[in-house]
C-alpha cells in the first residue's frame, strides 16, 4: 500500500493544484468548505464535479447539472471494469474504499506498474486511491477557504477557468484523427442547439450523442 | 448552501458511485460487447467538446479568443494548470480589450 502512495505522489500534487481551482470555483457557486467536502468524498470524480458546478453556475438547475456531472462519469464503468481483478484481493472494507477511488490518474498508473511487476496489486492501487483522496479533499476545501476569503474573482478571470479546464480535458482524451468528425459533429450541434434557445443540458446531451453517432457513421471498422 | 445545493451533491454522488458499481458488476461484459465499448469510449470525449461548445456558444468574443489561447497552451503543454492559467490571463485581457 504504501508503494502505491509514493507512486501516486507526483499526480497528487497535480491533482491538489486543479483541486484547489476547483475549490475557488465552488466556493463562488455557492458550496460551503463542508459542502465541499463532503461532495469530494461521495463523488470523487474531479472531471464530473467540475462539469455540474460549472453546468449549476450557468444555469441554476440541479437536474442539468447532475446529469452533465453524471454523464462525464460513464468512463468509469470502463476504468473500474480494468482494475476488478485487483479490487478482488482486497477485503471488503478496503475494496470499497479502493472502489470509491478509482480514478483516470490511478487505474492508469496502478495498471501500468503492473505490467512490470506483477506483485503490484489490490493493495498498490489502495494506496494509490487513498493518496488521491487525500489531495483532492485538502486542496479542494483549501481553495474553497480561498474562494470565500477573496471577493470579486471575476477579475482574475475565473468565469473562463472551467471552460479552460475542459479543454484541458479534451486534450488529454484526444484519441487521435479518429475523433475530428464525432468531436467537430459534438461542437456543432451544441453550438447550434444553444443558438436556437434549447436549454443548455439538453443541448450538451444532444450534441454529445449527435457526435457518438456520428463515430458510428464515419469510422465503422473501429469496433 | 441552498437544499438545490445539497440535491446535487446526492444525485451526482449516488449517479457516480452507481457507475462505478455497473463498472464492477457488469463492465466486463459490458465493455466485451462491441456497442457498448464504442459507447463508452467516444461519448465523453464528445461530451467534453459539447461542454466547451456550449461555454462558447453562450459567452462572447473574449471567450472564443481565450479558447483559442487555451487549445494551443493545452496542445503544447498538455498541462490542465497551465491551459487554465493561459486562458484566464487571455480571458482578462481580451474583456479589457474588446
Request: with cysteine.
Amino acid at each position: 500500500m504504501r508503494r502505491g502512495l509514493l507512486a501516486i505522489l507526483p499526480l497528487a500534487l497535480g491533482v491538489a493544484l486543479y483541486g484547489f481551482a476547483f475549490g475557488i470555483l465552488a466556493s463562488e457557486a455557492g458550496f460551503s468548505s463542508e459542502g465541499i467536502a463532503l461532495m469530494g468524498v461521495a463523488v470523487f470524480a474531479g472531471a464530473s464535479q467540475i462539469a455540474a458546478v460549472d453546468q449549476f453556475l450557468n444555469t441554476g438547475t440541479v437536474l442539468g447539472a447532475a446529469l452533465a456531472g453524471a454523464a462525464l462519469n460513464l468512463r468509469y464503468i470502463g476504468i473500474v471494469a480494468s482494475v476488478v481483478p485487483l479490487l478482488r484481493e482486497l477485503p471488503w472494507s478496503t475494496r470499497l474504499i479502493a472502489l470509491q477511488g478509482a480514478t483516470d490518474e490511478n487505474f492508469a498508473l496502478t495498471l501500468a506498474a503492473r505490467k512490470d511487476d506483477p506483485s503490484v496489486g489490490g493493495r498498490f492501487l489502495l494506496g494509490t486511491a487513498l493518496g488521491l483522496i487525500i489531495a483532492w479533499l485538502t486542496s479542494t476545501v483549501i481553495g474553497g477557504l480561498a474562494g470565500q476569503a477573496i471577493p470579486d474573482l471575476e477579475r482574475f478571470g475565473i468565469g473562463f477557468a472551467f471552460t479552460a479546464a475542459f479543454i484541458a480535458m479534451a486534450r488529454a482524451l484526444w484519441p487521435g484523427k479518429a475523433a475530428m468528425a464525432p468531436w467537430g459533429t459534438a461542437f456543432a450541434a451544441t453550438v447550434g442547439l444553444v443558438w436556437l434557445g434549447v436549454p443548455t443540458a439538453g443541448a450538451l446531451v444532444i450534441g454529445a450523442l449527435s457526435g457518438v453517432a456520428m463515430d458510428f457513421l464515419v469510422n465503422p471498422d473501429d469496433a | 448552501m441552498t437544499p438545490e445545493h445539497w440535491i446535487l451533491i446526492a444525485v451526482l454522488s449516488a449517479s457516480t458511485i452507481g457507475l462505478r458499481l455497473v463498472g464492477y458488476l457488469a463492465g466486463s461484459a459490458m465493455m466485451a460487447r462491441p456497442f457498448w465499448r464504442r459507447v463508452l469510449d467516444v461519448f465523453p470525449g464528445c461530451l467534453v467538446t459539447a461542454l466547451v461548445a456550449s461555454a462558447l456558444a453562450n459567452g462572447g468574443p473574449a471567450h472564443v479568443i481565450a479558447a483559442l489561447v487555451a487549445l494551443a497552451a493545452a496542445i503544447v503543454t498538455r498541462n490542465i494548470i497551465v491551459t487554465m492559467l493561459l486562458g484566464m490571463g487571455a480571458f482578462v485581457l481580451a474583456g479589457m480589450v474588446l
